[in-house]
C-alpha cells in the first residue's frame, strides 16, 4: 500500500518561508517522479513542481520559479518542497503526488496523492 504524507504547512507571513515534506512509504521509488500540486479554495488543483526521482531534473510552474527549490533524499523516500519569498496567493492545500516516469504539469498521470497540508501566507 503507498503511502504519502505531507507535513511542514503552517501559516506565515509575506516574504517568509516555509519547507513541506513529503513522505512516501509502501515501495520502491526508484523510478518514480515526485510533484506538488496546490489548490486554493474554489480553484483547480495546479502543479507546482516536479523532480524525477532517478535523474534530479526539476520542473517548476513560471509562478514559483526563482522562489520555490524542489528537493529529495532517495535514502528516506522523502521530497521536499522549500518556499521562500512567499506571497499571499501562495495560500492553499499542498499535495504531493508520484507517478512512473517523467515530470508532468497536469495531474491526470500521477498515481498516488497524499492527503495535503494547508499553507496560508498572510499580507
Known amino acids: 500500500q503507498v503511502q504519502l504524507v505531507e507535513s511542514g504547512g503552517g501559516l506565515v507571513q509575506a516574504g517568509g518561508s516555509l519547507r513541506l515534506s513529503c513522505g512516501a512509504s509502501?515501495?520502491?521509488?526508484?523510478?518514480?517522479?515526485m510533484a506538488w500540486f496546490r489548490q486554493a479554495a474554489g480553484k483547480e488543483r495546479e502543479f507546482v513542481g516536479g523532480v524525477a526521482w532517478t535523474q534530479s531534473r526539476t520542473h517548476y510552474a513560471d509562478s514559483v520559479k526563482g522562489r520555490f527549490t524542489i528537493s529529495r533524499d532517495n535514502a528516506k523516500n522523502t521530497v521536499f518542497l522549500q518556499m521562500n519569498s512567499l506571497k499571499p496567493e501562495a495560500t492553499a492545500v499542498y499535495y504531493c503526488?508520484?507517478?512512473?516516469?517523467?515530470?508532468?504539469?497536469?495531474?491526470?498521470?500521477?498515481?498516488?496523492w497524499g492527503q495535503g497540508t494547508q499553507v496560508t501566507v498572510s499580507s
Open positions: 503526488a508520484v507517478r512512473i516516469g517523467d515530470v508532468k504539469v497536469t495531474r491526470e498521470g500521477y498515481d498516488y
Open positions: 509502501g515501495r520502491s521509488f526508484s523510478s518514480y517522479t
